[in-house]
């Protein structure tokens, strides 16, 4: 079968990856140009490329990539359509649903598996991984994906999946940007939702849209709340969750709410009581979520933290001597609040290093702009960050977070091997 794949973000290259994965061949498009394509790990050399003006084409035996344009004859004549979640709204994602060829009305056979979703700012991944250990050790098979951003295989590859085996349940972690698209594409039982912070306001506009949106996709749905999420509770079917109250190695009273959300959608499903609290007293933080290591006088907390909402709930439990963060994208404006919360704990240094982007010049102006007059480092690769880390290792504690989850991995990685040595 031959699929169209519409907007090659995260999410579109996911999904040529998994098609291809499943002997599919594969038309691909995207009107902008300049697309980073490392993580489809074309071979150049079993390649044909075609430019003409502003056009670029990429061909081999079972893929072609359109760049530049869309082939809207070549798109409708193929069998099966996958958009990506930020064309939703278009006129374009219109024209695919009435045609009846995207591919979650073509093959439907995942939507019979019961499905869970979990949304929100901050512990989507987290809540995610704890409830899948809790159900694979209640014998269950567990079937995970969604955001693509946030390290699982994207919404397409779980319908394929499905497709090929049977499985128990589904858990779909659903990015707060993607709520209209998941809502069309999965027919969810319950849906958890972790939290409500400040970020993708680039997208949303405002918190309260944001709140609408979340709104309109509860509709219908058994819904998990925090018990602090009182706005939420003019839905019938509400379930109200606090914060989980036995033994984590988790730390971080965020993650203490996260193992609660688990805990009680596991209880809804009369889950053993016994294999809930022994799966979250075990569970071990996943990679670039927010870990805790030892290093001469001091320790260091370390985690994706790319919001303000995120950086403010682990400030408001510890003071930090330190506190090293990393940049956003220059376009996302509202990750840049971050600096402004960091500012406001008045740490005694901020270590600024590449995150997303190197947009440490932008930092900086954030920070003289609000009047942090607090010492400012720069640390421009791994090594400068831990010769700083190591500086500061005899102040009592240390954080780094921020944006960018693969240079949070490898800064923590590092930080192991030296906790390992110093022991």
């Given at each position: 079968?031959?699929?169209?794949?519409?907007?090659?973000?995260?999410?579109?290259?996911?999904?040529?990856?998994?098609?291809?994965?499943?002997?599919?061949?594969?038309?691909?498009?995207?009107?902008?140009?300049?697309?980073?394509?490392?993580?489809?790990?074309?071979?150049?050399?079993?390649?044909?490329?075609?430019?003409?003006?502003?056009?670029?084409?990429?061909?081999?035996?079972?893929?072609?990539?359109?760049?530049?344009?869309?082939?809207?004859?070549?798109?409708?004549?193929?069998?099966?359509?996958?958009?990506?979640?930020?064309?939703?709204?278009?006129?374009?994602?219109?024209?695919?649903?009435?045609?009846?060829?995207?591919?979650?009305?073509?093959?439907?056979?995942?939507?019979?598996?019961?499905?869970?979703?979990?949304?929100?700012?901050?512990?989507?991944?987290?809540?995610?991984?704890?409830?899948?250990?809790?159900?694979?050790?209640?014998?269950?098979?567990?079937?995970?994906?969604?955001?693509?951003?946030?390290?699982?295989?994207?919404?397409?590859?779980?319908?394929?999946?499905?497709?090929?085996?049977?499985?128990?349940?589904?858990?779909?972690?659903?990015?707060?940007?993607?709520?209209?698209?998941?809502?069309?594409?999965?027919?969810?039982?319950?849906?958890?939702?972790?939290?409500?912070?400040?970020?993708?306001?680039?997208?949303?506009?405002?918190?309260?849209?944001?709140?609408?949106?979340?709104?309109?996709?509860?509709?219908?749905?058994t819904v998990f709340v925090d018990?602090?999420?009182?706005?939420?509770?003019?839905?019938?079917?509400?379930?109200?969750?606090?914060?989980?109250?036995?033994?984590?190695?988790?730390?971080?009273?965020?993650?203490?709410?996260?193992?609660?959300?688990?805990?009680?959608?596991?209880?809804?499903?009369?889950?053993?009581?016994?294999?809930?609290?022994?799966?979250?007293?075990?569970?071990?933080?996943?990679?670039?979520?927010?870990?805790?290591?030892?290093?001469?006088?001091?320790?260091?907390?370390?985690?994706?933290?790319?919001?303000?909402?995120?950086?403010?709930?682990?400030?408001?439990?510890?003071?930090?001597?330190?506190?090293?963060?990393?940049?956003?994208?220059?376009?996302?404006?509202?990750?840049?609040?971050?600096?402004?919360?960091?500012?406001?704990?008045?740490?005694?240094?901020?270590?600024?290093?590449?995150?997303?982007?190197?947009?440490?010049?932008?930092?900086?102006?954030?920070?003289?702009?609000?009047?942090?007059?607090?010492?400012?480092?720069?640390?421009?690769?791994?090594?400068?960050?831990?010769?700083?880390?190591?500086?500061?290792?005899?102040?009592?504690?240390?954080?780094?977070?921020?944006?960018?989850?693969?240079?949070?991995?490898?800064?923590?990685?590092?930080?192991?091997?030296?906790?390992?040595v110093s022991d």
């Amino acid at each position: 079968m031959r699929t169209a794949v519409i907007g090659l973000g995260v999410e579109g290259i996911k999904a040529i990856k998994s098609l291809l994965e499943n002997d599919w061949d594969v038309y691909a498009t995207d009107l902008k140009t300049d697309i980073n394509l490392e993580d489809l790990e074309i071979s150049y050399f079993d390649v044909n490329f075609f430019t003409e003006n502003d056009y670029i084409t990429i061909s081999n035996d079972n893929l072609i990539i359109d760049l530049g344009f869309n082939d809207m004859d070549t798109i409708f004549t193929c069998d099966a359509i996958v958009l990506s979640p930020s064309l939703w709204n278009t006129q374009l994602a219109k024209g695919v649903i009435e045609s009846g060829k995207h591919i979650s009305d073509m093959f439907t056979d995942y939507k019979n598996i019961f499905t869970i979703g979990i949304t929100g700012t901050n512990g989507k991944t987290t809540t995610i991984s704890m409830l899948k250990e809790i159900l694979e050790n209640s014998g269950k098979k567990v079937l995970i994906g969604g955001n693509a951003g946030g390290g699982f295989n994207g919404y397409c590859d779980i319908l394929l999946k499905a497709e090929k085996e049977n499985y128990d349940i589904i858990l779909v972690e659903v990015c707060d940007m993607t709520l209209a698209y998941c809502d069309y594409f999965f027919d969810f039982d319950i849906i958890g939702i972790t939290n409500i912070g400040n970020d993708h306001m680039d997208v949303h506009g405002s918190i309260e849209n944001y709140k609408n949106s979340l709104i309109e996709f509860f509709k219908g749905k058994t819904v998990f709340v925090d018990n602090s999420l009182k706005e939420f509770n003019q839905f019938s079917d509400v379930l109200n969750y606090n914060q989980y109250k036995n033994d984590l190695k988790v730390v971080g009273e965020f993650n203490k709410l996260n193992a609660g959300l688990a805990s009680e959608i596991a209880k809804y499903l009369e889950l053993d009581d016994e294999i809930i609290n022994k799966t979250l007293k075990n569970f071990e933080a996943i990679e670039g979520r927010l870990k805790k290591f030892r290093l001469n006088d001091s320790e260091i907390f370390i985690g994706k933290t790319d919001n303000s909402n995120a950086v403010k709930s682990l400030l408001d439990e510890k003071y930090f001597y330190a506190i090293f963060i990393g940049t956003p994208r220059v376009n996302e404006e509202h990750r840049f609040d971050i600096l402004n919360v960091v500012s406001e704990y008045n740490p005694e240094v901020i270590v600024l290093f590449p995150g997303l982007d190197d947009t440490i010049d932008y930092a900086l102006y954030r920070l003289n702009s609000i009047g942090y007059d607090g010492r400012i480092e720069i640390a421009n690769n791994l090594d400068e960050i831990i010769r700083f880390v190591a500086e500061y290792s005899h102040e009592n504690s240390i954080f780094i977070g921020g944006n960018g989850q693969q240079a949070i991995i490898e800064i923590q990685e590092r930080l192991e091997a030296l906790s390992q040595v110093s022991d």
